[in-house]
Nanobody, 118 residues
Framework: QVTLVESGGGSVQAGGSLRLSCAASGRLYSSAVMGWFRQVPGKERDFLAAIRWSNGRTYYSDSAKGRFTISKDNAENTVYLQMNSLKPEDTGVYYC???????????WGQGTQVTVSS
């Protein structure tokens, strides 16, 4: 059993940056893949980035590649998403998820709102 808690969301102007954090309580097994997803009202939750807990290998969606960076701190059991050059279309609720492969998750945090104004 793992509990995920996101933080770091907020409001920012286009071109700005935010860093999201996902703190995990409970053991993250080496097989875990931690990911970040975004959801806007009326749409499905979209994959953005993932990182393998065992070796730090990273994966990105086309929309995140080049602007977002996922990283982890094993000692703190925390995953981060550094978001740069934010655009209004990045607005949404950002969720942290734990799964076994990139792009999927079976445990979720409560989400954190990100609003990017033009």
């Amino acid at each position: 059993q793992v509990t995920l808690v996101e933080s770091g969301g907020g409001s920012v102007q286009a071109g700005g940056s935010l860093r999201l954090s996902c703190a995990a309580s409970g053991r993250l097994y080496s097989s875990a893949v931690m990911g970040w997803f975004r959801q806007v009202p009326g749409k499905e939750r979209d994959f953005l980035a993932a990182i393998r807990w065992s070796n730090g290998r990273t994966y990105y969606s086309d929309s995140a590649k080049g602007r977002f960076t996922i990283s982890k701190d094993n000692a703190e059991n925390t995953v981060y998403l550094q978001m740069n050059s934010l655009k209004p279309e990045d607005t949404g609720v950002y969720y942290c998820g734990r799964g076994l492969s990139p792009g999927e998750a079976n445990s979720w945090g409560q989400g954190t709102q990100v609003t990017v104004s033009s």
